[in-house]
């Protein structure tokens, strides 16, 4: 047992059994490929190509449109077919890129060719990620680039991949970790040259042992990197958890990770980075899982960006026999999004399906009472947030409070308040629209 941990979280069933010794698989989607602009924080990526034109995999198609945004590449070749609104993951629409997918998947010229990234200045690092479209992929989308430039990079002194997974159900990167360590701790050593004064971690929690055994393996004999094993303990994965476990620093409300001297990136995202830079490849599939207890066959993919939820769950061999789910999620459980509809395209950010035959929300909200002070959500809360008191400034209507006073718009929506009410008020739910308001009100000034 790993005695340091953070403050606050919860230990809901992780629901790892279903897929968690399911190794990654390649899957090459049927249709179309739909390729939204919008993949990432920041503006959306503005198209470069033209209805009818040809395209080859890994080929520029839409270019960042700014410092806070990210290019996008054809995961596929084929045809442009149209550059049009599509349903997205939240149910709304987004301007999108569709491509009629040829099934070749040929490469465009210079998509695979070998580089040393110890010949490279910082410079040429950075461009090749930023070229490769690269943004976090653990699910917040933040351009990679932009993050690996802080105005002080001689100041970082931590450079922390976050291989916790903490969220329920979901193993592909456990998986990941378990088959492409090397791939993984590369990237490592590639922003521990843009960084020269730290050290890098792997974090892992502890109810991963193969991760942790090949991760170490991938580790020995290199310099200033390691695993770094911890409690098993959601939410694990958050930024400020792994920053307070590894390192003893406290990010504060409002700060970036940089500010207290640290990088953090997804396992994914790393890996991802050693194959933009070592490998001229840029970001055109990701780690996937499909699982739950309405999954027929819960499995770990690897997809190709743009592939349709409903067909990485035919791949998954569908619902589960005699079943017809009440909730289907973009991610997990805790952090997840429910969809109405299978019509929307896995982006760069989006790391599983999670399909279950019991709606727990819906069930929650037949059991919702009025809150009875209890305070055990303060006392879950990874930031050290008031839930309780920020719930009532947004029932009142008050949001200048919930903003100024309470510091609701730190809140990472983990939803560890809601899953310890007992209550079952939807806590989370309420933040997250809470803080759409807040930023609606700023735009309209």
């Given at each position: 047992m790993y005695d340091k941990t953070f403050y606050g979280g919860v230990h809901p069933d992780d629901g790892k059994q279903f897929a968690r010794d399911v190794p990654l698989r390649p899957y090459l989607p049927k249709g179309d490929i739909i390729l939204p602009l919008s993949q990432h924080i920041g503006k959306p990526?503005?198209?470069?190509?033209?209805?009818?034109?040809?395209?080859l995999a890994g080929q520029l198609i839409a270019q960042a449109d700014g410092f806070v945004s990210a290019n996008i590449a054809s995961s596929c070749s084929g045809t442009v077919k149209a550059i049009e609104p599509r349903r997205n993951v939240l149910?709304?629409?987004g301007m999108a890129i569709v491509i009629e997918n040829d099934g070749q998947y040929t490469l465009a010229e210079g998509v695979g060719k070998e580089a040393n990234y110890k010949?490279?200045?910082k410079d040429e690092i950075l461009k090749r990620i930023a070229a490769a479209g690269i943004v976090g992929m653990g699910g917040a989308g933040f351009p990679t680039h932009v993050k690996l430039a802080p105005k002080n990079p001689d100041e970082?002194?931590?450079?922390?991949?976050?291989?916790a997974e903490c969220e329920p159900y979901i193993t592909c990167d456990d998986q990941t970790m378990r088959t492409a360590a090397g791939e993984v701790i590369t990237g490592l050593q590639i922003l521990l040259s843009l960084f020269p004064n730290a050290e890098g971690a792997v974090v892992i929690e502890e109810n991963k042992p193969e991760a942790i055994a090949a991760m170490t393996a991938a580790c020995s004999g290199k310099d200033r990197v390691k695993v770094h094993p911890v409690q098993t303990k959601y939410p694990q994965g958050g930024e400020r958890s792994i920053i307070s476990v590894v390192t003893g620093r406290h990010l504060k409300l409002g700060m970036l990770p940089a500010d207290v001297g640290c990088v953090v990136d997804n396992v994914a995202t790393m890996r991802a980075i050693y194959r933009a830079v070592c490998l001229s490849e840029p970001l055109m599939e990701r780690g996937f899982t499909v699982s739950g207890d309405g999954?027929?066959?819960?499995?770990?993919?690897?997809?190709?960006l743009g592939t349709l939820f409903s067909e990485v769950l035919e791949a998954a061999g569908g619902f589960a026999?005699?079943?017809q789910p009440e909730k289907l999620l973009c991610g997990g459980p805790m952090m997840g999004f429910a969809m109405s509809s299978l019509d929307a395209a896995i982006c760069k950010n989006n790391n599983a399906l999670t399909v279950l035959r019991e709606d727990p929300v819906a069930i929650a909200q037949e059991q919702q009472t009025a809150c009875l002070r209890c305070g055990r959500c303060n006392q879950v809360c990874p930031l050290g947030l008031t839930p309780q008191m920020m719930a009532a400034a947004v029932e009142w209507g008050n949001y200048e409070r919930f903003?100024?006073?309470?510091?609701?718009m730190d809140c990472v929506a983990c939803g560890t308040c809601t899953y310890v009410c007992p209550a079952k008020r939807p806590l989370m739910q309420l933040f997250k629209q809470a803080k759409a308001e807040v930023m609606a009100r700023k735009r309209r000034g």
């Open positions: 990526a503005k198209p470069v190509v033209k209805k009818g034109e040809r395209v149910g709304t629409t010949k490279m200045g970082i002194k931590f450079v922390l991949v976050n291989g999954v027929k066959e819960p499995c770990n993919l690897t997809v190709k026999d005699g079943v903003e100024k006073k309470l510091y609701g």
